[in-house]
């Protein structure tokens, strides 16, 4: 019985399974996130599906990405062939989120930040998908958890929360609801890998890692400018020359969207109930008369 024993407990482990292997990806909503998300995932060799329920938004998110693409090639960082490829691997859906989601192995959705809409997304597009397809929210702040509720396999949505300029950004959020498995991390991982990308794993908590980071210094930067402590660019000066910051946390609240940042706040401030969450008046301001940041050439710059 000893030697039986014996030769069981020497009999090796059985290695861990591989994280499936994604090579068709469907991305849902064709906003700023959506079309670089879509952009960098053709770029390195997916075959990706891009829907909207506006056919006037995807057709502009479409020509945004070969407007990229046209631009990486002037630069000498794509060459034509490379961009030609990539065309080829980016194709728009028209027929509803489900038949974009057909035989994906990953779903992302970048649609906007409410709860409702997600859980809405996913309970559409889950019976489109195979058992074994990853799906996963964009958001920067939502409960992963909540927007998995009533999914037959929770265990396979989590968090791949971007950063725009997707081509551009190193990093990669992933995050792990309640019940998100092992293996959907690692399988996120790996596409994350493909896409250039460095992921961080966290859990589902109020803002994450980047947005609670980011929303708290964003915040005390308008409120510095509200107290006329100092002018916007030499706020944004003193963090990028200061803490080497790549860019001004007023000027990355524009690149953002005021109206996002806005509506992150907000989130954090009812959910942590932190008063660093309240959202200063001046971006509320700015907010209703429409001084949206970059996308409508006004916020704290003028563009």
Not at 103 to 128: S, T
Not at 151 to 162: D, E, I, K, Q, T
């Amino acid at each position: 019985m000893e030697s039986v024993m014996r030769v069981i407990r020497e009999q090796p482990s059985a290695p861990p399974s591989a994280p499936p292997r994604v090579e068709r990806v469907a991305v849902i909503g064709a906003g700023t996130m959506g079309h670089g998300i879509a952009g960098q995932a053709a770029l390195c060799g997916l075959d990706v599906r891009l829907f909207d329920p506006s056919d006037a938004a995807l057709d502009a998110a479409l020509a945004r990405v070969a407007d990229s693409y046209a631009k990486g090639v002037e630069r000498g960082k794509l060459s034509a062939e490379e961009r030609a490829a990539a065309l080829g691997r980016l194709r728009a859906a028209r027929g509803g989120a489900a038949a974009a989601a057909e035989g994906a192995d990953l779903v992302i959705e970048a649609i906007p930040e409410r709860l409702e809409l997600k859980r809405a997304l996913f309970a559409e597009v889950e019976p489109a998908v195979a058992p074994s397809a990853l799906l996963a929210s964009n958001t920067s702040s939502l409960s992963i958890t909540r927007i998995a509720e009533g999914l037959a396999r929770p265990a396979r949505l989590l968090g791949m929360h971007f950063f725009n300029p997707v081509a551009v950004m190193p990093l990669l959020e992933l995050v792990r609801g309640a019940e998100t498995s092992d293996e959907a991390i690692a399988a996120a991982r790996a596409v994350g890998e493909r896409l250039q990308k460095t992921c961080i794993v966290v859990k589902d908590s109020p803002g994450f890692a980047t947005s609670r980071l980011g929303i708290a210094l964003g915040n005390e930067a308008m409120r510095m400018l509200e107290e006329g402590v100092a002018s916007a660019e030499d706020i944004d000066r003193a963090m990028v020359l200061g803490y080497k910051h790549p860019i001004g946390p007023l000027a990355l609240t524009d690149l953002v969207g005021l109206d996002v940042r806005l509506s992150i706040s907000e989130h954090l401030r009812r959910e942590l109930g932190a008063d660093t969450f309240t959202p200063p008046q001046i971006l509320r301001d700015k907010v209703a008369r429409g001084e949206l940041g970059k996308k409508v050439g006004r916020g704290f710059y003028t563009y």
